[in-house]
């Protein structure tokens, strides 16, 4: 369990914090990007992306991506309330577009 002891030096507050066991500590044991790794598939292909990474990336609002993704025209997952992407997925889409025009 993490404490913090306060210690007065000098006149100066300063908190100590105690070593934690990181079983007890929420996600402490979580990566803090999310990358698939399949045989076939680079890391940065296998990407996951969120609303706004899809939007910058296709420079396009973030309202165009959820309109996109709520047809089913954009490749997307959703997962709970929140659209998921692939970059491979979005790259494909993309080709496949100006390919067609």
């Known amino acids: 369990m993490s404490y913090l002891t306060p210690s007065l030096s000098n006149r100066q507050l300063k908190f100590k914090t105690a070593p934690t ?4 500590v929420m996600n402490d044991t979580i990566p803090t990007t999310a990358k698939v790794s399949l045989d076939s598939v ?3 292909e296998g ?3 969120t609303v706004l990474e899809v939007a ?4 396009v609002p973030k309202s165009t991506v959820y309109k996109l993704a709520r047809l089913g ?4 997952s959703k997962i709970g309330k929140h ?3 692939l970059r491979r997925d979005i790259h494909e889409w993309m080709h496949s577009r100006t390919q067609h025009n």
């Open 47 to 49: 990407e996951i992306l």
């Open 83 to 85: 659209w998921r992407f």
């Open 56 to 59: 910058r990336f296709l420079r």
């Open 21 to 24: 066991d990181t079983i007890s």
């Open 73 to 76: 025209q954009l490749p997307a």
């Open 42 to 44: 680079s890391p940065s």
